[in-house]
């Protein structure tokens, strides 16, 4: 019973970061955005990586959220970053480390 109900808490919490309502835990990087304004709460960005990224939501209407960066230069965003800027918060943020 233990073991199906432990099971059962591993496959929701898997499936609210794959669904985008929590960060992954093994983020290199972890950006939170609050208000439209992204800060840094993991890891590092630059400064001006960050003011573009948050000029970027507010022009989106995010308010709030996560973008995470992953090691292999990959990105996962909260379902409330939409689809539409992903490809230009790449371009930030991955630049930064270019």
């Not at 309502?21 to 800060?39: D, E, Q, S, Y």
């Not at 995470?68 to 990959?74: I, L």
Request: proline share 4%.
């Amino acid at each position: 019973m233990l073991l199906q109900i432990l099971i059962g808490l591993l496959i929701v919490a898997v499936l609210l970061v794959w669904l985008g309502f929590v960060p992954p835990p093994h983020a290199v990087t972890l950006i939170r955005i609050r208000n439209g304004v992204a800060t840094v709460k993991k890891g590092h960005a630059r400064s001006d990586a960050l003011e573009a990224v948050s000029q970027i939501l507010r022009e989106a209407g995010v308010s709030g959220g996560f973008i995470a960066v992953m090691g292999d230069n990959k990105l996962v965003f909260s379902r409330k970053v939409p689809l539409q800027i992903h490809q230009r918060l790449r371009n930030v943020l991955l630049n930064q480390w270019a």
